[in-house]
């Protein structure tokens, strides 16, 4: 078995490519094949090298890896001499019709209640007419002639498929300049490389009907590939999740503080029955079932992935993270504050509470029992027993109990309503600390 994921470096990944990937790779991992990553970088126009870094940087993150890196743009020369088989075959045939003609046409066939396909006009083009067109500076693009019938197989996660060819136009699979086409280039290194498996998204479904097509064309033998195509993703609210939506990017959600463990686990439950657990690729290898996954659409829900992000957060240890954590900031502060984290970043917000300066929250009505609080503040060493035995005090001193008690020492100590538990976050903030932030927040 071999699998490929074939981004274009034409942008950044996002979470449908992200979903793809996984996929594949797993599968290949469970079935103990090969996992390709091909970069479809034939398009020089908009191909860039940064993305084609930056893909290999997201993946590596998200905790995959390959058996093998080839790019499109180093394959010219196969490209070509496919190309030239299907020309002498006859499956590639010229086309001298401009952008403005082919559209001309498509909306007459429109008026005549047509569906807008391309007409094949340019296989009634003799060679001679083809020669002195070309004399005159025209240059064709070509065509692959679609067989009549149609393509079926049995897809991995959508079932039965067929994909009527007469009803589709000729693709265009080599432009007037002389490039190619991901329609052919993607067909001609599946073939090279021996794919067996093809896990992409259900908008590639048209494709596969031609491109199998293709496939047979070069020499291929088609029942040796296998078809799954994942549904497409959907925002929250059902509505289309737009590929260059931000805050789908890989990059956006990393800046952002998603976990990969927590993107990867959520993904790869998106769009079946499974409950969605933090977990990185090597983790799903042993029960990866694409036959799971719903021939549904499935949603792609920020909230809950956020949620995932809590969970994994809540039980990383703190070897795990020790290298994202301010230089000094120990187990006992990470044990301490792991639990009220959405996001790894906040961590450093509560290290600035336990060891820089903060602005103290206070009502003018708690400045008395702020004054009584410094006032019987303990001395040091502090332990988990402190907090306990000083509210207690306070509360008898002060008449309070609950909330009115509670909240304005924790405002006062931590600039927050809510947080870490007291009880263990006091001993880090220290005395000092604790005592000139009370005075401050009494004097308002």
């Known amino acids: 078995m071999k699998l490929r994921f074939a981004p274009s470096p034409t942008g950044l990944l996002h979470v449908g490519n992200a979903r793809i990937a996984i996929a594949n790779w797993c599968l290949a991992r469970h079935r103990g094949g090969r996992f390709l990553l091909r970069l479809d970088d034939t398009d020089t126009a908009r191909s860039?090298?940064?993305?084609?870094?930056?893909?290999?940087?997201?993946?590596?993150?998200?905790?995959?890896?390959?058996?093998?890196?080839?790019?499109?743009?180093?394959?010219?020369?196969?490209?070509?001499?496919?190309?030239?088989?299907?020309?002498?075959?006859?499956?590639?045939?010229?086309?001298?019709?401009?952008?403005?003609?082919?559209?001309?046409?498509?909306?007459?066939?429109?008026?005549?209640?047509?569906?807008?396909?391309?007409?094949?006009?340019?296989?009634?083009?003799?060679?001679?007419?083809?020669?002195?067109?070309?004399?005159?500076?025209?240059?064709?693009?070509?065509?692959?002639?679609?067989?009549?019938?149609?393509?079926?197989?049995?897809?991995?996660?959508?079932?039965?498929?067929?994909?009527?060819?007469?009803?589709?136009?000729?693709?265009?699979?080599?432009?007037?300049?002389?490039?190619?086409?991901?329609?052919?280039?993607?067909?001609?290194?599946?073939?090279?490389?021996?794919?067996?498996?093809?896990?992409?998204?259900?908008?590639?479904?048209?494709?596969?009907?031609?491109?199998?097509?293709?496939?047979?064309?070069?020499?291929?033998?088609?029942?040796?590939l296998r078809f799954a195509h994942l549904p497409l993703l959907t925002d929250a609210d059902g509505g289309p999740l737009s590929k260059r939506t931000g805050s789908v990017g890989l990059r956006q959600l990393r800046r952002d503080g998603v976990e990969p463990a927590a993107?990867?686990?959520?993904?790869?439950?998106?769009?079946?029955?499974?409950?969605?657990?933090?977990?990185?690729?090597?983790?799903?290898?042993?029960?990866?079932?694409?036959?799971?996954?719903?021939?549904?659409?499935?949603?792609?829900?920020?909230?809950?992935?956020?949620?995932?992000?809590?969970?994994?957060?809540?039980?990383?240890?703190?070897?795990?993270?020790?290298?994202?954590?301010?230089?000094?900031?120990?187990?006992?502060?990470?044990?301490?504050?792991?639990?009220?984290?959405?996001?790894?970043?906040?961590?450093?917000d509560w290290w600035e509470v336990v060891a820089g300066d903060i602005l103290p929250q206070a009502d003018a009505a708690d400045a008395e029992l702020l004054r009584q609080a410094a006032e019987t503040l303990p001395p040091e060493p502090w332990d988990e027993a402190t907090w306990p035995a000083w509210t207690a005090a306070l509360a008898a001193a002060s008449g309070r109990k609950g909330r009115a008690l509670f909240l304005p020492l924790r405002l006062a100590l931590t600039g927050e309503s809510h947080g870490p538990d007291l009880k263990t976050f006091l001993p880090l903030i220290g005395r000092d600390r604790a005592l000139r932030r009370l005075r401050q927040a009494a004097a308002g």
């Open 48 to 224: 860039r090298t940064e993305f084609a870094q930056a893909i290999e940087e997201d993946l590596r993150w998200l905790g995959l890896d390959w058996d093998e890196l080839i790019r499109q743009s180093d394959r010219l020369e196969l490209y070509a001499a496919a190309a030239a088989r299907l020309k002498a075959s006859g499956h590639l045939y010229p086309c001298l019709e401009t952008e403005e003609e082919l559209a001309f046409k498509r909306e007459q066939r429109i008026r005549q209640g047509k569906p807008p396909l391309y007409d094949r006009a340019a296989l009634r083009m003799t060679p001679d007419q083809l020669s002195r067109a070309e004399a005159n500076g025209k240059s064709p693009h070509w065509r692959f002639k679609l067989s009549a019938g149609h393509v079926e197989w049995q897809d991995g996660v959508l079932g039965r498929r067929s994909v009527k060819l007469p009803s589709l136009s000729d693709p265009v699979l080599i432009r007037a300049d002389g490039s190619f086409l991901y329609t052919f280039t993607s067909v001609v290194d599946d073939l090279e490389t021996g794919i067996t498996d093809v896990v992409r998204g259900e908008d590639h479904v048209t494709n596969t009907g031609i491109q199998v097509d293709i496939f047979k064309a070069l020499g291929g033998n088609p029942d040796q």
């Open 263 to 348: 993107l990867v686990g959520y993904l790869a439950a998106l769009g079946t029955s499974a409950d969605p657990v933090p977990a990185m690729p090597a983790d799903l290898v042993a029960g990866f079932d694409l036959g799971r996954v719903s021939k549904s659409s499935a949603r792609f829900d920020t909230k809950q992935l956020l949620g995932l992000n809590r969970r994994w957060l809540h039980t990383l240890p703190f070897e795990a993270v020790r290298d994202r954590l301010p230089d000094q900031a120990d187990e006992t502060f990470w044990l301490t504050v792991r639990g009220n984290l959405d996001l790894l970043r906040e961590a450093r």
